[in-house]
């Protein structure tokens, strides 16, 4: 079964940084692209970004692209996602998932809560 | 960036009907396009991938189409379970973008 488990997430000041990680199991994880995808309290969904298996292509969603950082370590079947400088705006539940063939992504993982907030 | 412009933003159906989304995107994304459902307080799963093939798992009552600019996701005798947010997304060109989603709830 493929799992997927955020973590990190919680309380931060405007500002400041905060590093998410996601757990993978049930696959192998460095067989498959991952990505992230964030969303607001009640809005839609954001497109982060994504990372191919051996880390050589990282795409971002431009808005982002100065300040948040994918990462992944293959022999720890982890996935990271650095956030910079940090504000109200980027208060949501930040989700990763597992990429398909062509750019979908075909599982998620439960999602972890980022507040920006003094 | 390619807009991804969703209708409607809500709808009301019975259990047994028949519901269409739709889902256009500003330019041709080659059925470059995936359909995800969620429930509250879960996250989103995979329902279509490539406009048209069913993700694993999926009941058959979904369906996708399209092509071009105009796609649209159907859900056949509507169930109890079906009650979600719906959303499309286009993975043809970066960034990937979704469309702002559909509530679907029971009448």
């Known amino acids: 079964e493929v799992k997927l488990v955020e973590s990190g997430g919680g309380l931060v000041q405007p500002g400041r940084s905060l590093k998410l990680s996601c757990a993978a199991s049930?696959?192998?994880?460095?067989?498959?692209?991952m990505g992230w995808v964030r969303q607001a309290p009640g809005k839609g969904l954001e497109w982060i970004g994504e990372?191919?298996?051996?880390?050589?292509?990282?795409n971002y969603t431009p808005s982002l692209k100065d300040k948040f950082t994918i990462s992944r370590d293959n022999a720890q079947n982890t996935l990271y996602l650095q956030m910079s400088k940090l504000g109200s705006e980027d208060t949501a539940i930040y989700y990763c998932?597992?990429?398909?063939?062509?750019?979908?992504?075909?599982?998620w993982g439960q999602g972890t809560l980022v507040t920006v907030s003094s | 960036d390619i807009q991804m412009t969703q209708s409607p933003a809500s709808l009301s159906a019975s259990l047994g009907e028949t519901v269409t989304i739709e889902c256009r995107a500003s330019e041709d994304i080659y059925n470059g396009l995936a359909w995800y459902q969620q429930k509250p307080g879960k996250s989103p799963q995979l329902l279509i991938y490539n406009a048209n093939s069913l993700h694993t798992g999926v009941p058959s009552r979904f369906s996708g189409s399209g092509s071009g600019t105009q796609y649209s996701l159907k859900i056949n005798s509507l169930q109890s379970e079906d009650v979600a947010s719906y959303f499309c997304q286009q993975y043809y060109d970066y960034p990937y973008t979704f469309g702002a989603g559909t509530k679907l709830e029971l009448k």
């Open positions: 990372i191919n298996q051996d880390s050589s292509t990282i």
């Open positions: 049930g696959f192998s994880f460095n067989d498959y692209w």
């Open positions: 998932a597992r990429v398909g063939q062509l750019g979908w992504f075909a599982y």
